[in-house]
């Protein structure tokens, strides 16, 4: 430490000639220090005042500058030194730096840099305001050959890809053709996951997908999963799973996803559905995402049914009925939900035996795979009344759906279970299906989403009350009482802030319920007429003449 002290008087004493041997052997002797004992050699460079001094140092035509930008850099991999490095005004000169052509200098001011702006969004954002994303990338293009500029370049991306103002500036470079261009020359496994750390974040950038899909990485993680997909090396299943994870992410863009479905008869597309048939769990998995992620608009969605995907993603889920894989079920059943989206194709899926292999899931316990159940089943009855009678009538689908009706700490299956069991009704308009749901307890939970925070449930939910209502009023009287149904009416009668079909559909229900007589004394006791009567000047007209109607049938049975 005496040596050191001695150096940092030196070097505070020293001409700022960086050619000047004594500035070279005080530098030396900082960075035999910092090797030795980091944290000690950091605090006493700090307590001597010497970090002000370095930015003069910092010359782009010195022969000292990189051992100053190496001293910087291993100061600064001490977390109490950052605000002392910044505080010294060494971010400016540093940057400059950047413009040098002496690899040594970029590797060591590189270093610097990151290890100062190390975890600190802010300072990284300072960077990226400063201008450094076009630079680095710059540098990659043009040292692609050096392979410790080309690590400190990716590292930097790394860690400014994280915050999302700079996918913007870096999708303003050429970074997915330099990125995709470096991917295909390696041949390490640790190099390769390198560049797919940085490739991640940046690829959530729908202008940057469709840069790497143009560039070729789509061929280039073809390529990584051909040739590990029968690979048994840890490293070989952590990059096939890396790779078919960032190919699936790329179909998250539309236009990338467009591009590489090309109508149905891209080859990328071609080879994603290779994947569903595999025996590797991983490649079923991010085929089937990547079919969900295809069935994104209603073309691809009806060619795709038509050129018989559903039968392959159906023999998938049959193989996961008994090994049980969860990731897998819910992929195939988000793809099924996606694909049973158009009106077309609704009735070709459900000839294809859809819901009898969807309805093999009911006894699933894992709440991801129960709700995409619940979607897949929902949209495929949409405007399907046989479809919707046959399952309106199955009395264990009724009662798993009530079951997961109380499901509170999954709100999403809850949600699901509510509207499912409202479209059974709706679609069918059938007699035998509200029995089955009033025998299955299921009026109550359509009370309560008569009175959702989501419009459009509360809508859904008052529709199949009314449909019970005017279907089997008798057997639905005890649970439209219990569950204090004509109170919740008067509330959203009431509400200023329901919106004109709920006040609309509330009416038609009062009037459906005063056929019962215990309801239409609840109805004369809560005032309806009056909360009415006001709504014949609501500036809807279908609900003005509503209300002229209700309250001609309230009047008329008072």
């Given at each position: 430490m005496d040596n050191l002290s001695e150096a940092l008087e030196k070097l505070k004493l020293a001409s700022t000639d960086c050619a000047n041997d004594s500035v070279e052997g005080c530098l030396d002797c900082l960075l035999k220090a910092l090797a030795n004992k980091n944290t000690e050699a950091s605090m006493k460079i700090r307590e001597m005042g010497v970090l002000p001094l370095l930015p003069t140092l910092l010359s782009p035509q010195s022969s000292c500058t990189p051992k100053v930008a190496n001293v910087i850099a291993e100061v600064a991999k001490n977390e109490f030194m950052r605000?002392?490095?910044?505080?010294?005004?060494?971010?400016?000169?540093?940057?400059?730096?950047?413009?040098?052509?002496?690899?040594?200098?970029?590797?060591?001011?590189?270093?610097?840099?990151?290890?100062?702006?190390?975890?600190?969004?802010?300072?990284?954002?300072?960077?990226?305001?400063?201008?450094?994303?076009?630079?680095?990338?710059?540098?990659?293009?043009?040292?692609?050959?050096?392979?410790?500029?080309?690590?400190?370049?990716?590292?930097?991306?790394?860690?400014?890809?994280?915050?999302?103002?700079?996918?913007?500036?870096?999708?303003?470079?050429?970074?997915?053709?330099?990125?995709?261009?470096?991917?295909?020359?390696?041949?390490?496994?640790?190099?390769?996951?390198?560049?797919?750390?940085?490739?991640?974040?940046?690829?959530e950038n729908d202008v940057i997908k469709l840069q790497l899909v143009e560039a070729g990485l789509v061929e280039s993680l073809l390529e990584v999963v051909a040739q590990t997909v029968d690979g048994e090396r840890e490293e070989d299943i952590a990059q096939l799973k890396t790779a078919s994870d960032l190919m699936v992410l790329l179909l998250l863009g539309d236009e990338s996803m467009q591009k590489l479905f090309e109508g149905g008869k891209g080859s990328v597309f071609q080879r994603v559905l290779s994947w569903i048939p595999s025996h590797n769990h991983q490649l079923q998995l991010a085929g089937a995402l990547a079919i969900a992620n295809f069935a994104r608009n209603d073309g691809n969605c009806i060619h795709m049914v038509d050129t018989?995907?559903?039968?392959?993603?159906?023999?998938?889920?049959?193989?996961?009925?008994?090994?049980?894989?969860?990731?897998?079920?819910?992929?195939?059943?988000?793809?099924?939900?996606?694909?049973?989206?158009?009106?077309?194709?609704?009735?070709?899926?459900?000839?294809?035996?859809?819901?009898?292999?969807?309805?093999?899931?009911?006894?699933?316990?894992?709440?991801?795979?129960?709700?995409?159940?619940?979607?897949?089943?929902?949209?495929?009855?949409?405007?399907?009344?046989?479809?919707?009678?046959?399952?309106?009538?199955?009395?264990?689908?009724?009662?798993?759906?009530?079951?997961?009706?109380?499901?509170?700490?999954?709100?999403?299956?809850?949600?699901?279970?509510?509207?499912?069991?409202?479209?059974?009704?709706?679609?069918?308009?059938?007699?035998?299906?509200?029995?089955?749901?009033?025998?299955?307890?299921?009026?109550?939970?359509?009370?309560?989403?008569?009175?959702?925070?989501?419009?459009?449930?509360?809508?859904?939910?008052?529709?199949?009350?009314?449909?019970?209502?005017?279907?089997?009023?008798?057997?639905?009287?005890?649970?439209?009482?219990?569950?204090?149904?004509?109170?919740?009416?008067?509330?959203?009668l009431s509400d200023e802030r329901s919106a004109p079909e709920i006040k609309y559909n509330s009416m038609i229900l009062i009037c459906a319920v005063m056929g019962s007589e215990p309801l239409h004394k609840e109805v004369q006791s809560l005032a309806f007429i009056d909360v009415v009567s006001k709504l014949r000047a609501h500036e809807n007209k279908t609900v003005s003449h509503q209300a002229s109607l209700t309250e001609q049938r309230l009047t008329a049975q008072s």
């Open positions: 605000s002392s490095c910044v505080e010294a005004g060494l971010i400016p000169p540093l940057i400059q730096l950047l413009n040098s052509t002496d690899q040594e200098v970029l590797l060591q001011t590189g270093r610097a840099l990151g290890n100062i702006c190390y975890d600190s969004h802010s300072l990284q954002a300072q960077l990226i305001n400063m201008g450094v994303i076009p630079t680095l990338v710059k540098l990659l293009g043009l040292h692609s050959h050096n392979t410790a500029l080309t690590e400190m370049c990716l590292i930097a991306f790394g860690n400014l890809a994280e915050l999302e103002s700079s996918k913007e500036q870096f999708a303003t470079t050429n970074i997915a053709e330099e990125l995709v261009c470096l991917f295909q020359k390696q041949t390490e496994h640790e190099k390769k996951e390198m560049i797919f750390e940085v490739l991640a974040p940046l690829a018989g995907i559903v039968q392959k993603l159906l023999e998938l889920l049959d193989r996961h009925v008994e090994e049980g894989n969860v990731t897998v079920q819910h992929a195939a059943l988000s793809a099924l939900r996606n694909l049973a989206i158009p009106v077309v194709n609704k009735s070709k899926m459900l000839s294809a035996g859809v819901a009898d292999v969807v309805l093999k899931f009911l006894q699933s316990e894992m709440p991801p795979v129960q709700f995409k159940l619940l979607g897949t089943l929902r949209m495929l009855i949409d405007t399907q009344a046989e479809a919707a009678d046959q399952l309106g009538t199955n009395g264990k689908l009724v009662e798993r759906l009530v079951e997961w009706c109380e499901a509170k700490d999954h709100a999403g299956v809850m949600g699901e279970s509510n509207r499912l069991l409202s479209a059974l009704i709706r679609h069918s308009k059938s007699k035998e299906v509200v029995r089955t749901v009033i025998l299955g307890g299921g009026v109550k939970h359509l009370v309560t989403m008569a009175t959702s925070e989501h419009m459009i449930m509360q809508n859904e939910a008052l529709v199949a009350l009314g449909l019970i209502a005017a279907l089997d009023l008798v057997a639905a009287e005890k649970d439209f009482v219990g569950a204090n149904l004509v109170s919740v009416l008067h509330k959203l």
